[in-house]
């Protein structure tokens, strides 16, 4: 009897009109199980004897929770979930989301399937499994600096949000989530858009959106605790707390964390602490909550990756390095000692130091049953600085003069110094939304956004071996960067016919840009730039069937160069362009929350998706980095991004379920020409001919096979492919890093003792087939000692069999 399973099902309506609700989200134990079909019903092949928590999630309704007891027979339950007397943040939220309504490519990651992949590294690696996603890790091991790249296109090129407030960084556009440690622990719900997507607040989405939310109101009083220790010394330990809803009014929610490692590369250490605080009150229509958010990183700087000879042991191309000084004879010995984790720096504080503090207050107001008002104001601090140790280093480099003693004159000297960044981002965003509640077949929304950034660059020399008139912290540098950003759009959908809905959306985005002084090669970077972008969407769906749709769509983005586009062009190129993406998508879906497929009772869902992404005057990667690892870009006039998309996934009897995701995709510049020099340093211009963009892998697949062998005992194996990515565009595969598979184990195992709600003891075992592989690289070529080009590869190796082992409390 204890190990009998039964089916339990049932439907789902709304309390007051009593009409189903299609697509509500099913949690058992925690762990999402389904959604409701078109009628409200649902169904639980089997659910094991003993106490479970039956969790029932609807945008714009409040959580509902029931406690039921697994029998050994059938059971029919009904439930009736409260429309929200307030507005929750998930319905805010959906301003900015999509939805089976606006014709695109999407795949929305709930609270729990978060908490299942979530050992303590970063955000990135929890989307591996996610479509077209491809991450890489500088210490090897997914904590510290890591990134994310979604169909080819680098974090650079992909908007995220958290609330609907931009997290990009306004200069670079890049999202470093290495300084918002364990963000996930706060996450409710997270939705990735492909492809240009719907509007959003912040940088043009070029290849992706990741839209964060963290305003779900969880009106049970809640604590909680996970701990995880593994490999290389690396720790998570967090603590979180909830007061649930108070007199009906007020939540309080908040989190604590640390994660630390040595990392998997030799001194590649971090150390990060974050915090989450927030606090709301309800009353009617109206919602009001404040939240405040922090991270603080150190690491050790692992940047520059590991040469080549590193990796493939090659004495005599080590020899060429050390020819063209781009090692030294000490560094050739530890590369030979070290390794594949060999790490170039040996200086004790060759330290990242970064802290960003949000604070963020947001309004929620409904007016009536049709509208309602999300707005919010923000603002984002952020101030640090690393620190390194230069050897033999000009002093008029650093605006210092030479040292005279007696008839000697030193030109030269070892230093310290600090590059520091202090910066404020600040600005408000609002969505006005018509969703009616007694007729579905129109919904709008108007929103946008304004935000201003102010951020100070500068250097200064902290120790010189040699420097007669220099003070500490000498100040060598010094240049400021304003940008102002808005933008306005306006949304809608409208159900035509039954079975045709059509979609449209267009945004109208505004940005200044002023940088003014000097850089740390004393170069005047002062710049002035002005876009002003329209952004056009339309698309339209069909309905084929029960649980069957087809859709296509076509968005324009356009998005301005980032700062390195303007600071480190080539001499004699010319300023950067911005860039523009014209982008079809269409696809066909299936969904069937309940069918009998092969004699049981399956959950089986299925997309086929088609992208065709042309872009006039894309910026891509030249395979090069600057001197603070953010990879040198280059206009190219006309470059496109063509493939599929499949994703299934299929579940029986919440035993064993089977997700697996397939992107088929070219990835081209069309009359590419490849810029070389000759033994006498003349520049040599290639023939026109098409190429492969850089770090655009032709095929990526994820898949995950997942069962429960044992009532709470859940265990996965995660699988992930990636393709040959060239680190260049030249489509050399000298300069390229080869394919890899790797393969993760993960077991979760639940227990519900009488003196705390809940015990969860994990583990993560990654890269279980011990396979060694590389999955980011730069490179670059000169004219080298011996008279002819050189060409040197630097890689970033990932971490071979680790693990990460878990124990979470929840009370």
């Given at each position: ?48 004897a003993?106490?479970?928590?039956l ?13 039921l ?30 939805n ?31 479509p ?25 090129g ?38 240009v997507?719907?509007?959003q ?24 605790t ?6 290389f ?11 649930g ?26 150390d ?30 692992a ?20 020819d ?5 004879e ?36 409904g ?9 919010a ?22 605006n ?23 910066n ?52 060598y ?25 059509v ?29 002003t ?46 860039e523009?993406?014209n ?16 004699g ?24 090069q ?10 206009n ?7 493939g ?15 997700s ?27 023939e ?5 963009i ?31 990515q060239?680190?260049?565009n ?7 890093l ?15 003792p ?40 630097w ?10 082992a878990?124990?979470?409390v929840?009370?």
């Amino acid at each position: 009897m204890a190990w009998a399973q039964a089916p339990v099902s049932g439907t789902l309506t709304d309390a007051r009109s009593g009409q189903p609700l299609p697509g509500a989200t099913i949690a058992l134990d925690g762990t999402a199980v389904g959604t409701t079909d078109a009628n409200g019903n649902f169904s639980l092949p089997a659910v094991a004897a003993g106490a479970h928590e039956l969790r029932f999630t609807f945008v714009g309704y409040q959580p509902l929770v029931r406690r039921l007891a697994g029998q050994p027979t059938a059971q029919q339950l009904s439930a009736a979930l409260q429309p929200a007397d307030v507005l929750t943040g998930e319905a805010v939220v959906t301003a900015t989301r999509a939805n089976e309504r606006t014709a695109t490519a999407y795949t929305n990651v709930s609270r729990e399937e978060l908490q299942q992949r979530n050992f303590g590294q970063d955000l990135p690696y929890l989307l591996d499994q996610t479509p077209s996603v491809v991450v890489t890790s500088d210490a090897g091991a997914g904590v510290g600096y890591t990134d994310i790249r979604i169909r080819g296109t680098s974090n650079t090129g992909i908007n995220m949000t958290i609330n609907g407030v931009p997290l990009n960084d306004p200069e670079s556009h890049g999202s470093f989530l290495v300084n918002l440690p364990d963000l996930a622990s706060s996450i409710s719900s997270l939705q990735v858009q492909r492809g240009v997507g719907t509007s959003q607040n912040g940088s043009a989405a070029f290849g992706a959106s990741i839209n964060i939310s963290t305003l779900d109101n969880r009106r049970e009083a809640y604590a909680e605790t996970q701990n995880s220790y593994g490999s290389f010394n690396t720790w998570k330990n967090n603590v979180q707390f909830g007061t649930g809803l108070i007199a009906g009014k007020f939540t309080f929610d908040g989190r604590l964390s640390r994660i630390a490692t040595d990392g998997y590369m030799n001194r590649a250490s971090s150390d990060l602490k974050s915090y989450y605080f927030a606090g709301g009150y309800q009353q009617k229509n109206t919602l009001l909550k404040f939240i405040t958010f922090s991270g603080r990183e150190k690491t050790y700087q692992a940047w520059n990756g590991v040469p080549e000879p590193a990796i493939t042991g090659d004495r005599a191309l080590l020899q060429t390095y050390v020819d063209n000084g781009e090692l030294s004879e000490a560094d050739a010995a530890r590369v030979l000692q070290e390794g594949r984790r060999y790490s170039y720096y040996t200086y004790d504080n060759q330290t990242d130091n970064y802290q960003q503090n949000h604070y963020q207050l947001h309004l929620s107001q409904g007016f009536g049953p049709n509208w309602n008002l999300g707005a919010a104001l923000h603002l984002t601090r952020g101030f640090g600085y690393y620190e390194s140790y230069r050897a033999n280093r000009r002093l008029s480099a650093y605006n210092l003069p030479n040292v005279v003693l007696g008839d000697t004159t030193i030109r030269r000297t070892n230093l310290i110094d600090q590059k520091w960044l202090d910066n404020y981002f600040y600005g408000g965003t609002f969505a006005l939304n018509y969703q009616p509640a007694n007729n579905d077949r129109l919904q709008a929304t108007v929103g946008g956004g304004w935000n201003h950034f102010d951020n100070d660059h500068y250097g200064e020399v902290i120790w010189a071996q040699f420097a007669s008139t220099g003070n500490m912290r000498h100040r060598y540098y010094f240049n400021t960067a304003d940008k102002t950003d808005y933008n306005t759009y306006a949304r809608a959908t409208w159900q035509v016919l039954p079975r045709l809905g059509v979609y449209g959306d267009v945004q109208v985005r505004h940005i200044d840009y002023r940088i003014k002084g000097v850089e740390d090669d004393q170069n005047d970077v002062t710049t002035s730039a002005s876009y002003t972008f329209f952004n056009p969407k339309a698309g339209a769906t069909f309905a084929l069937g029960e649980g069957q749709q087809l859709y296509a769509s076509y968005a324009v983005g356009q998005r301005e160069p980032v700062r390195s586009d303007f600071t480190d062009r080539p001499a004699g190129d010319t300023s950067a362009k911005p860039e523009r993406l014209n982008d079809f998508e269409g696809g066909y879906r299936l969904s069937l929350p309940n069918t009998d497929w092969l004699g049981r009772n399956t959950a089986v869902r299925f997309e086929a998706n088609y992208f065709f992404m042309n872009y006039r005057n894309q910026l891509v990667a030249t395979g090069q980095l600057n001197d603070v690892g953010t990879p040198l870009r280059t206009n190219v006039a006309s470059s496109y991004r063509t493939g599929v998309e499949l994703t299934g996934f299929a579940s029986a009897n919440n035993k064993v379920s089977l997700s697996s995701t397939l992107t088929l995709s070219r990835n081209r510049i069309r009359n590419f020409q490849e810029v070389s020099y000759d033994a006498d340093f003349n520049r040599v211009v290639g023939e026109r001919r098409t190429s492969t963009i850089s770090y655009s892998p032709a095929a990526v697949s994820a898949h995950t096979l997942e069962g429960q062998p044992l009532p709470g005992l859940r265990v996965a194996l995660l699988y992930k492919t990636v393709s040959r990515q060239y680190l260049d565009n030249s489509e050399n595969r000298r300069r390229s890093l080869d394919p890899y598979q790797v393969m993760d184990l993960r077991v979760r195992y639940t227990i519900r003792p009488a003196f705390v709600k809940e015990i969860e003891l994990g583990l993560l075992v990654s890269n279980l087939l011990n396979h060694r592989y590389e999955a980011n690289g730069y490179t670059y070529s000169y004219v080298g000692a011996s008279g002819r080009p050189e060409t040197f590869n630097w890689y970033y190796p990932q971490a071979t069999r680790n693990f990460l082992a878990s124990v979470g409390v929840k009370f």
